[in-house]
């Protein structure tokens, strides 16, 4: 089993930055990759940024150049950087982390940027 605690969501103005966190623990050793989703009202949870266990990250192309997804291995914490946000990154942002078999998820933050 696999424990994912979210943490850094707000409401910030267009333009602003914010970082969430995720952090994970119990079995760590079976997690390949983590990623961040979101959820906006009324629509489907989509990828947001990818990173695996060698270290390679993925983006989906409306948030590339805006936000970045590292790790702190000696935490066990996965970060989501997010700048020049924009109202339509209001959502509520969900951790995941997937084993080969299993993909566990985290309580979800709610991120709103106003116009």
């Known amino acids: 089993q696999v424990q994912l605690v979210e943490s850094g969501g707000g409401l910030v103005q267009a333009g602003g930055s914010l970082r969430l966190s995720c952090a994970a623990s119990?079995?760590?050793?079976?997690?390949?990759?983590m990623a961040w989703y979101r959820q906006a009202p009324g629509k489907q949870r989509d990828l947001v940024a990818v990173?695996?266990?060698?270290?390679?990250?993925g983006y989906a192309d409306s948030v590339k150049g805006r936000f970045t997804i590292s790790r702190d291995a000696a935490k066990n914490t996965v970060h989501l950087q997010m700048s020049s946000l924009k109202p339509e990154d209001t959502a509520v942002y969900y951790c995941?982390?997937?084993?080969?078999?299993?993909?566990?998820w985290g309580q979800g933050t709610q991120v709103t940027v106003s116009s």
């Open positions: 995941n982390a997937g084993g080969d078999y299993t993909a566990y």
């Open positions: 119990g079995s760590i050793s079976s997690i390949n990759a």
């Open positions: 990173i695996t266990r060698s270290g390679y990250t």
